[in-house]
């Protein structure tokens, strides 16, 4: 997708905080942060939101989900986080490329 800010991210054309990387997903800090913690993790192959995905898609799903406790740890966020994946313009997403928004470390948030 040549027109994806974070297909550009994946191919290094735009500069990211990186915080981790395989062959499969990208982890980067967003550039807007709304919590002291609060960064993405992406798939590197371009699906645009979570309603596009198939079983094609289960694997790097299950090691995204699996990878965020972890690097949330690594960040300090010992005492808990929040997920947040939008999905489609009513679910209030902005860029069409899927990500897993981590965000913590500003107190508690009830939903
Ligand atoms: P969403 O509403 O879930 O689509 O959120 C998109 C997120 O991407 C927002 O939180 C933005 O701050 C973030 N974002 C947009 N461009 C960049 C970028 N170049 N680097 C890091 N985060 C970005
Ligand atoms: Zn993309």
Not at 61 to 66: A, D, M
Request: proline fraction near 6%.
């Amino acid at each position: 997708m040549s027109d994806c800010i974070f297909c550009k991210i994946v191919a290094g054309e735009i500069p990211c905080r990186k915080l981790y990387e395989d062959e499969d997903v990208l982890v980067f800090h967003d550039i807007h942060p709304v919590a002291p913690v609060h960064f993405m993790l992406i798939p590197k192959a371009h699906v645009a939101s979570l309603a596009e995905c198939d079983q094609s898609h289960r694997d790097v799903l299950g090691k995204i989900l699996l990878l965020a406790p972890k690097l949330a740890w690594e960040q300090g966020l010992t005492d808990g986080f929040r997920t947040v994946i939008n999905t489609g313009r009513g679910g209030g997403q902005e860029v069409f490329h899927l990500h897993v928004h981590v965000i913590g470390g500003g107190g508690p948030r009830p939903l």
